[in-house]
């Protein structure tokens, strides 16, 4: 059973989390403030932290900095209050792998712990067989089914971090990102669903997804996903099938207005975790560099 501790001086808002983790299986453990929670995580490190903001001594900020220096292994989600959008920003510079806006943590809390969980277990057993290697290219054609691109970003970290590129926290950052990239390019690419859409109504978003999925053409389109390694870089060159928009017209993710979206969420996740973000001309292509760490 996956752990998820809870860090929420409001009871009546830990209830409200610890319920809604609680009834998909997760194994919740709720303390109050910072300081509580650093000490659970030396007794028994949880696989995610989900902490608030406003705290009685250390405040959520201060935390996703704390952990991220003594428990690099464990990623932590900040959840954010209306109106915080430059904190929720701050907090990923500062180690956060993400944030949930208050008012949807019913429809975003449960998939967002579920997809991490899935980034966040890599392999990294063959570091010994691959000191050697100097580049590494790889290709693969995807279909529009979310349960694998998990499996893939391991894999993806695993080559990331054989390669010595950066530490953990940023191989689990990228990971996120290419989650990100990776799923716009099946839900808005291939299946042509909108952003407003999920803005108004996440679950039901969800749903029409997966009937979409089974219907042509969407069912037949493919995500091509290349990989160019080396001891410098890696980029991931991510293309739908879908028939592109523009990328003029995409919410600029530095403007904290669009943080309180969904679409503003991935976009942002994407250029704080990675070095450099571009599309092409069609914007059924999306170009991601993540260049090496100084030590």
Excluded at 96 to 109: E, F, H, N, Q, T
Excluded at 155 to 167: A, E, R, T
Excluded at 254 to 261: G, S, V
């Amino acid at each position: 059973m996956s752990r998820v501790l809870v860090v929420e001086d409001s009871h009546s808002q830990s209830v409200l989390l610890k319920g809604v983790l609680q009834a998909h299986g997760f194994e919740v453990t709720v303390v109050a403030d910072g300081g509580a929670a650093l000490e659970s995580i030396t007794r028994r490190q949880p696989h995610v932290v989900v902490t608030d903001m406003l705290m009685p001594g250390m405040d959520g900020l201060e935390l996703v900095e704390q952990i991220r220096k003594r428990f690099p292994r464990v990623p932590t989600i900040l959840i954010t209050e209306f109106g915080s959008e430059d904190i929720a920003a701050e907090a990923l510079h500062r180690g956060a792998v993400g944030y949930i806006p208050k008012r949807r943590i019913d429809s975003d809390l449960v998939p967002c712990v579920e997809r991490l969980l899935g980034i966040a277990r890599g392999n990294p057993r063959h570091q010994k067989l691959i000191d050697e290697l100097v580049t590494n290219e790889l290709r693969f054609v995807l279909d529009n089914d979310l349960s694998v691109v998990p499996h893939l970003i391991s894999h993806l970290q695993d080559c990331v971090g054989l390669m010595q590129l950066c530490d953990e926290t940023a191989q689990l950052r990228l990971g996120i990102a290419l989650s990100e990239a990776m799923t716009n390019a099946i839900y808005h690419g291939n299946l042509e669903l909108s952003s407003e859409q999920r803005n108004e109504d996440g679950r039901n978003w969800y749903d029409f997804a997966q009937k979409r999925s089974q219907e042509a053409p969407y069912r037949d389109r493919k995500v091509h996903v290349a990989v160019s390694l080396s001891r410098e870089a890696v980029k991931f060159v991510i293309r739908d099938e879908g028939i592109g928009f523009d990328p003029a017209r995409l919410p600029d993710p530095r403007d904290h207005a669009n943080l309180a979206k969904a679409s503003g969420r991935g976009l942002l996740l994407i250029h704080c975790f990675v070095d450099e973000v571009s599309h092409n001309a069609t914007g059924n292509e999306l170009t991601v560099v993540k260049r090496r760490e100084p030590k």
